[in-house]
């Protein structure tokens, strides 16, 4: 009950904060033609963890990787593939956000894309997406996704969740 009280909140918050000044026009086309810096914001429950960890490999080669995801997760990271950054208990607010100095520490680095793969709505990620210095910001279309992306995927009530992370990793490649 408190927790969906301090979502509400942070929701309203987020309305009146990003909902009000209009967000950046971004020819996509572009964009994701030029893009070579992707971050992806791994899913915090392990399910969909696991589904998503297993599409990163399908990420067009032309990328430069950097992967955050929960200190728990760490153990698939040791192949250097990606850049891994740490999400750990330190860098959570007790109002579930992201502290101020782990988002400073992301926003050293430009991104040109910002990927959240949460299937469900998470609101720690969708607000570090949207605090991240990207042009792009994907995630999956549900409610209140418009204060936190500007490219989301519609995916159907029946849609399963290794469908889903197809489909958006799939977008990176049809520009």
Same mark, same amino acid.
């Given at each position: 009950?408190?927790?969906? +009280?301090?979502?509400? $909140?942070?929701?309203?918050?987020?309305?009146?904060?990003?909902? /009000?000044?209009? #967000?950046?026009?971004?020819?996509?086309?572009?964009?994701?033609?030029?893009?070579?810096?992707?971050?992806?914001?791994?899913?915090?429950?392990?399910?969909?963890?696991?589904?998503?960890?297993?599409?990163?490999?399908?990420?067009?080669?032309?990328?430069? /990787?950097?992967? %955050?995801?929960?200190?728990?997760?760490?153990?698939?990271?040791?192949?250097?593939?990606?850049?891994?950054?740490?999400?750990?208990?330190?860098?959570?607010?007790?109002?579930?956000?992201?502290?101020?100095?782990? /988002?400073?520490? $992301? +926003?050293?680095?430009?991104?040109?894309?910002?990927?959240?793969? @949460?299937?469900?709505?998470? $609101?720690?990620?969708?607000?570090?997406?949207?605090?991240?210095? @990207?042009?792009?910001?994907?995630?999956?279309?549900?409610?209140?996704?418009?204060?936190?992306?500007?490219?989301?995927?519609?995916?159907?009530?029946?849609?399963?969740?290794?469908?889903?992370? /197809? #489909?958006? %990793? #799939? @977008?990176?490649? %049809?520009?």
């Amino acid at each position: 009950m408190l927790m969906k +009280a301090i979502k509400l $909140i942070l929701l309203t918050y987020a309305k009146f904060r990003y909902g /009000i000044r209009g #967000g950046k026009i971004v020819n996509f086309t572009q964009a994701f033609q030029r893009a070579r810096y992707i971050v992806v914001i791994m899913p915090r429950k392990k399910e969909q963890f696991l589904i998503a960890y297993e599409m990163l490999k399908n990420i067009p080669g032309k990328f430069n /990787i950097t992967v %955050i995801a929960m200190a728990e997760y760490r153990d698939y990271f040791t192949v250097k593939k990606y850049r891994y950054v740490e999400v750990g208990e330190d860098d959570i607010s007790i109002f579930g956000l992201p502290k101020k100095n782990f /988002i400073k520490k $992301i +926003a050293l680095f430009r991104y040109d894309i910002a990927i959240d793969m @949460s299937f469900d709505f998470d $609101i720690f990620n969708a607000w570090l997406c949207q605090k991240i210095n @990207s042009g792009i910001k994907i995630g999956f279309k549900k409610e209140n996704a418009d204060l936190f992306y500007n490219f989301q995927l519609a995916i159907g009530e029946e849609t399963d969740m290794k469908s889903a992370y /197809i #489909g958006m %990793i #799939g @977008s990176l490649s %049809i520009f």
